[in-house]
Every structure is written in C-alpha cells, then in structure tokens.
C-alpha cells in the first residue's frame, strides 16, 4: 500500500510539473511577450445580418466568454481581417466582395482586446484604394495596429513592436491574388531580424478547402524561414491545415477560420487559434487552442 502512495503521489508532482511549466510561462512578464493568433475573420453578409438580430458582440461572446479565452492575458490579439472597413452598400448575398462598418467593427475589434491585424489577403482591396485607406484610418484611430499590403508593395508590409523587453518585427505577405517578389521579401526579413529578437511571418496563401498545403506552400516557407523567419502564420483555405516544424521553426499553413459565414461542412466550422510565448533569448513555445464555429459564432471546444 506504501509503494502505491508513492507512486501516486511521483505521479501527480511529474503531471502537474508538466502542465506548471508551460502554464506558468505563459504569462507575459520581462523578457517575455505572450500573443494570441487566429485566422480569417469576416464580419460581413450573414455574420453581420446575425449581429444585427443578435447583438454586436454575438461573434466573440462564447469565445471571449466565461468559458473561453481571456484576452487580458496576452499582449498581442491578432487575426486576418478579412475585408475592408468602408460605409458600402449592404449586401447580403454569398458575393465575395466585403465592406465592415468603420466604426463598429474596429471599436468591436478593440473591445476584445485585438490590437493587431494582418490586411495582406485577398479581399481587403475589395473596393480599391477607397477601401484600404478607409480601412488604415479607421483602424488607427482606435489604436489597432496593422500588417501587410494586399497588393505586396512593401508599404505597410511589416510591423514592428518591443512588448516586456522583447523586439517582435512581423511581415504580411498575400500570396493569392497579387506578385510577390520573394527575394525582396527575404530581404525584408533578413533587415527585420537585424533589429528584432523574432521574426514572424503572417502569410495569405494555399487552396481553398485543402487540408494539406501544397508544394507552393512548403517551398516557399521552408525558404522564408532559411531567410530568417522563426514562426509562419497561414491563412486563406478557409480549413485548417497541417504543421509543420522545419529547422526548429514552427510553420502553420493555414489557422482556417475563425469568423465567417460559412456552414457547409465541419471542416469550414473549425478553426485553430495559437498561444504563442516569446522567450527573449530562447524559444517561442506554441500552445494549439481548437475551437468550433457555429452560424459564425466560435466558440471552444
């Protein structure tokens, strides 16, 4: 009976050194900067006309909520803003042409502690320049930073922060729809890692309802992190896809979604979110946050 007590109790200290470890670096403190990152989201079409019956808040109540994450732990909130922000008329067919309210949206936005977002896809040029500079002032003006260019010029391309003593340079790529010049882009990072302890890339790329990411996707973010990259964020199949580390770097092809009208099949109903610790000097540790997605509401699981 002795020998069981024993080795009940190695049991429950090994467990619960286990679980204290990583939860216990989980707190942005100096020399760490804790960041939450999710996938595409779009407030538009059907998830708007739901806000409209259901309260402004409906997309991020259960994922926020009581029995969701706490985005007062992180730092950094940030996701891939799928669309501009621009007074158009509503529409509220499936057309994939976005417009979210300039002034909810972002104000939403900052209410739940977002204070970044990627605009590098294929959408937030839906309504050409008058969309993006609509988009950037009205984003700014409630303090929420942005990343990337939709139409890859390296103007607004890279974003850069110094959280808890710890440099942070990001670089927004959109692979779908617009030319990137990858050697100006390695470029880009090679100067990003001069001045910043980690290099992150968020990135618009793959097929749309794909699993897995094809060769593209592979060759292309086994190159950026050769030039330097320490974490790739993927985005735009609309699934999520597999990861993968490579060099010691961790690559997520595609995060899939997190709000949007879409309610087809499980696969576009799940979405991944990523808790992200920055070690200043040492490793980004990766925490995988499974969520389901119901009438564009997620929520975990």
């Known amino acids: 009976m002795r020998i069981l007590f024993v080795i009940l109790a190695l049991v429950l200290i090994l467990s619960s050194a286990g679980c204290s470890d990583f939860s216990a670096n989980l707190v942005g403190s100096s020399g760490q900067a804790r960041m939450l990152a999710f996938g595409d989201l779009m ?34 909130v940030m996701a891939n803003l799928e669309g501009p922000l621009l007074k158009a008329k509503k529409r509220r067919d499936l057309t994939p042409i976005f417009a979210f309210d300039p002034d909810l949206v972002p104000a939403l936005l900052k209410k739940y502690g977002f204070n970044l977002v990627s605009l590098a896809n294929n959408h937030t040029w839906d309504h050409s320049a008058q969309g993006w500079e609509s988009t950037l002032e009205s984003l700014h003006r409630f303090g929420i930073s942005t990343v990337g260019n939709p139409m890859n010029m390296f103007e607004y391309d890279v974003y850069e922060t110094q959280l808890n003593d710890v440099r942070l340079g990001f670089i927004g790529i959109n692979e779908v729809n617009f030319p990137v010049d990858w050697e100006e882009a390695k470029r880009k990072v090679k100067e990003l ?33 050769d030039a330097g990259v320490d974490l790739i964020i993927g985005h735009h199949p609309h699934v999520v896809q597999d990861h993968e580390v490579f060099l010691g770097k961790n690559i997520y092809y595609s995060l899939g979604n997190f709000v949007f009208d879409q309610y087809w099949s499980k696969a576009v109903q799940s979405g991944l979110a990523l808790d992200i610790l920055f070690q200043k000097g040492g490793d980004i540790l990766v925490q995988e946050i499974p969520f389901r997605i119901q009438r564009g509401q997620p929520s975990l699981q």
């Open 193 to 225: 890692k001069e001045r910043n302890d980690f290099v992150i890339l968020v990135i618009h790329w793959g097929d749309e309802y794909k699993t897995i990411a094809n060769f593209k996707q592979r060759d292309k973010g086994h190159g950026m992190v």
């Open 43 to 76: 407030l538009g079409r059907d998830v708007a006309r739901l806000m409209e019956l259901n309260g402004e808040d409906y997309p991020f109540q259960k994922i926020f909520g009581s029995d969701g994450i706490d985005a007062q732990d992180f730092d950094l």
